[in-house]
């Protein structure tokens, strides 16, 4: 199961300020999590929460929204945000790109600050960094008009090539110096990076740049971001074969695990097989590689009258995209290949999914 999927069950109660993104749908109704409506500003890893328990102190009158995907650091956060007495901040468990792609709708930010992200200094570390072409077309897509991105960072090399992705893009002009970049920070400006970073000497770079021009995420963002362009959360997938697998037994010996798809963004691989306790039915633990963005799973296949059902296991919390609906169609198609059974009955798959896969579903739902 996805690793954030089992640290949820530490996640506080759902009265508290601190979400996980896996219990969150896509594009959730801010206002009334907040229970008021308001300006959101909201920065993307925000580790002890000291700037952004300073940044809502001093902007009551806006929403602020940290995420942080070390749980450790959130706990932090939390209790700075509680002693401070803070009312208008909320904490999400998650990594940044995905939150922004999911949790946001086009221009709906005023505020999207990143402080210090791991640099990857290493060329051939360079792919790993946070801030790439389609980070920077999904920062243009959700900010404002005249809403504002902010990046501080220690790293030159990072810097040099977050200024060349955000000028490349019209609908982002410079909002500090002549180009949106400068050496410094403002007044006031601190966090335990930057504390830690000067007192090394090191000099502290900046960008700011402010969306001043309508933008149109582009649809390839979505082979990265795959709930990108999702306006709401797609029905957890299922599959309904026509016919009956008595000896589960025989179908997990034939089952090779491995990778079964491999494409230049898209990697679905079965990883383990088990019987279910009873003898009926069979789990099969999966892993979906679709972008940046990577998930495990159980798939489940259970028999009943004249047909076998394979879903998602009730228990996985996971972001449904079309990869997931790709990897239970794949699976699916390796037991109807092993049981020899020629019919799919019904399907929510999608019709995309389905041609993908070389479906004709009479039954689509």
Known sequence: MNDMALEA??????????????????????????????????????????????????????????????????????????????TNVLLIHGEGGTCLSKLFSPSSLSSIYLNFPDPWEKPRHYKRRLVDEPFVCLVASRLCINGTFMMVTDSHSYAMSALELASSINALSPAVGSNGFCVGVPDGFATKYYRKWTAHGRQIYMLRFAKTGYYELPEWV??????????????????????????????????????????PMLVIKCEEVFIERDGNGLLLSMLCVEGKMQQRFIVRALSRVGETVVQIHPACRLNVTRGIQQSLGVAAQVLMRIANLKQVKRSNLGNAVHRWLGWDVGGTE
Do not use: T
């Open 222 to 263: 979505s082979q990265h971001y795959p709930l990108a362009h999702l306006e709401e959360s797609l029905p957890m997938p299922h599959v309904i074969i026509g016919g009956q697998i008595n000896d589960w037994n025989i179908i997990a010996s034939s089952i090779e695990v491995g990778v079964w798809v491999q494409q």
């Open 9 to 86: 069950c530490d996640m506080p109660s759902s009265n508290d300020i601190l979400l996980a993104e896996l219990e969150l749908p896509v594009r959730p109704k801010w206002r009334m999590l907040f229970r008021r409506d308001a300006p959101i500003e909201l920065e993307i890893g925000i580790g002890n929460g000291e700037f952004i328990a300073a940044m809502a102190s001093m902007r009551p009158e806006h929403n602020f929204i940290g995420v942080e995907y070390a749980l450790h650091y959130l706990r932090k956060a939390r209790n700075r945000v509680v002693a401070c007495g803070l």
